[in-house]
């Protein structure tokens, strides 16, 4: 069995799903070694470190990849197996971001109450989510699933 590692460069994450170039080729059966970056690109690092002034929410939740499976069609079901998932670190980010996500308001949803300060903790990596995985499909629409 082929293994191929791939360990991309800041230029080679993806920031959406669907729309980008593989960025390798490879055969049914190839084992990949991929490596990533947390969600904030790794500009969070301690709590004095606050995602309003170090984080560009336009480039957050790196992906690797995507890989082009040779001799899949669409609408294909493609089997992938997961044979290890470590975290880089043992401590993860975890960020509330004033005008972004679930618990605040932002430009396009008001809420009740006052928008969220910036703030920063560390969790422990063992509760840190460990990402996404997806494919794409016809027309570039995609599909993705989070991983426990």
Same mark, same amino acid.
């Given at each position: ?6 360990? !991309? ?6 920031f959406t ?16 070694? @991929? ?16 995602? #309003?002034?170090?984080?560009d @929410? ?7 990849? !995507? ?10 079901? @493609? ?9 880089? =670190? ?21 809420? @009740? ?21 997806? =494919? ?8 993705? #699933?989070?991983? !426990?």
């Amino acid at each position: 069995m082929d293994v191929v590692e791939f360990v !991309p460069s800041v230029e080679q994450y993806a920031f959406t799903f669907g729309g980008v170039a593989p960025v390798r080729r490879v055969v049914p059966g190839t084992a990949l070694r @991929l490596w990533s970056e947390d969600a904030f690109g790794g500009k969070l690092r301690s709590t004095s470190d606050k995602s #309003s002034a170090n984080v560009d @929410l336009r480039f957050v939740n790196a992906q690797t990849g !995507p890989f082009y499976v040779e001799g899949a069609e669409p609408g294909d079901a @493609l089997a992938l197996h997961m044979v290890s998932i470590e975290p880089a =670190r043992d401590w993860g980010a975890s960020a509330a971001i004033p005008f972004f996500g679930g618990l605040t308001s932002t430009d396009r949803t008001a809420t @009740l109450q006052d928008p969220l300060w910036a703030s920063t903790s560390r969790v422990p990596s063992s509760r840190s989510v460990t990402g996404t995985t997806g =494919r794409v499909r016809a027309r570039r629409a995609a599909r993705r #699933s989070k991983v !426990p």
